[in-house]
């Protein structure tokens, strides 16, 4: 896949914010016996990250806002038509456990006439598994130039199901329609929009509120790997498509 200049400069920022993540995650796995230092150092490897990526984005596109999923916004004009979504490190208490369940997450979204957002592109860098996930809006979805479709088994197979504090026996949605459940944790909802993406997974569930609305603009990789989101109610679905929501 060619990437477009807006696309190349988000997978340039996350592969140099990336740089020194894995020298901090060996010694992070040195500190596990002392919790208060792990949490100290994870904070300031989240820090050099966020840091690098706001110098990076800023430096080739300094009309472009940011919006951190810390809450931190840098707005550089309230009527931006571009701004980026930003997640330095989804996952950060996995990071700080010295588990390799986080990435480093951008996408671009694109203010319309109307005032609506929409997401046009998106780079996910599972860093500790050196894989990029990336997309544009009507181009597909890849990682490491490799193309991504969602899953393709049927309903009657095992599904394999990543959602937090989520009870799917309770659940008339999920259970009358998928007999066999493997539910799966990871700790990190933009691992779960790459692996439900690479096929890994067959639906994840997420909790539609605020911390979602930061999420969403992550979810064009699924929709350009062939899968579906449904937003219902308090709850949002994605899925490979095949099971009616």
Do not use: W
Not at 102 to 110: D, K, N, R
């Amino acid at each position: 896949m060619r990437y477009s200049a807006n696309l190349n400069i988000i997978m340039k920022a996350v592969e140099r914010a990336a740089a020194r993540t894995p020298r901090d995650f060996i010694e992070l796995e040195n500190l596990q016996t002392n919790p208060i230092s792990a949490s100290k150092f994870a904070n300031a490897c989240y820090n050099k990250v966020k840091q690098t990526l706001a110098e990076d984005l800023m430096k080739f596109r300094p009309d472009y806002n940011l919006i951190f999923s810390d809450g931190e916004k840098v707005i550089v004009n309230k009527d931006a038509e571009y701004s980026y979504t930003i997640f330095a490190i989804d996952g950060l208490v996995n990071l700080s456990r010295s588990s390799p369940h986080f990435t480093i997450s951008v996408a671009l979204e694109h203010r319309n006439e109307d005032g609506e957002k929409e997401s046009i592109a998106v780079a996910i860098n599972n860093l500790m598994a050196n894989e990029i996930y990336y997309c544009e809006k009507g181009f597909g979805a890849y990682a490491s130039n490799r193309r991504l479709r969602v899953s393709k088994r049927p309903i009657s197979d095992t599904f394999i199901v990543a959602a937090e504090n989520f009870d799917f026996s309770k659940d008339a949605l999920i259970k009358d329609k998928v007999k066999n459940l493997s539910p799966r944790t990871y700790g990190c909802r933009t691992l779960d929009i790459s692996y439900l993406s690479a096929a890994r997974l067959d639906l994840a569930v997420f909790k539609n509120n605020a911390d979602y609305e930061l999420m969403k603009p992550f979810t064009l990789l699924i929709r350009e790997a062939g899968g579906k989101v449904v937003e219902k109610g308090d709850l949002v679905f994605a899925s490979n498509g095949l099971i009616e929501l």
